[in-house]
């Protein structure tokens, strides 16, 4: 006979609180890219990244976005005090990053020379991304509803 999960239908964990949705872990790809294409440019074997001191600039400001996803690792009930404090804090840390990446793409427009078509609209479409994090992060209630619980 098929082992039913009880849990499973109600998208709640097995310490009684709510899963972190689909749309937050998007929302935490989203605003820790930086990361990701590291690893992917590094496992290609490429070593131009960091040619600028600017590429440590992304890594900082996705660092709020990264204790984001490392404490939510730790959601067990045995958590340190200091664990739930950020995730209680969690939204916010999420905007530091989403508003820190908006304001490299922000940034990085206004020092360009001159404009360039294909990649000003790369800058503009993340931009809108990041808006649009923004926007999820502080509209959807199961966002809200996700940080506000933290086992007992």
């Known amino acids: ?30 605003e ?12 290609s074997g490429e070593t131009w990244l960091f040619a600028r001191s600017a590429g ?13 996803w490392l404490v939510l690792s730790r959601r067990v009930p045995k958590a340190p005090k200091f664990v ?21 793409i922000v940034a990085g427009a206004i020092q360009a020379d001159f404009w360039r078509l294909d990649s ?3 800058s503009v479409g993340a931009s809108i991304l990041h808006l649009w994090v923004l ?6 209630s199961i966002i809200q509803q996700v940080f506000a619980e933290f086992p007992d």
């Open 120 to 122: 000003e609209w790369a």
């Open 135 to 140: 926007a999820r992060l502080w509209v959807t």
């Open 84 to 104: 739930r404090i950020l995730w209680y804090r969690g939204r916010e840390l999420l905007t530091l990053s989403a508003a820190g990446n908006l304001g490299i």
């Open 1 to 30: 006979m098929k082992q039913i999960d009880p849990y499973a239908e109600l998208n709640i964990n097995a310490y009684g609180v709510l899963k972190p949705p689909l749309l937050l872990w998007v929302i935490m790809l989203i």
């Open 56 to 68: 440590w600039a992304s890594f900082a400001v996705e660092m709020p976005a990264l204790i984001v």
């Open 32 to 43: 820790t890219w930086h990361l990701w294409s590291f690893v992917l440019i590094t496992a």
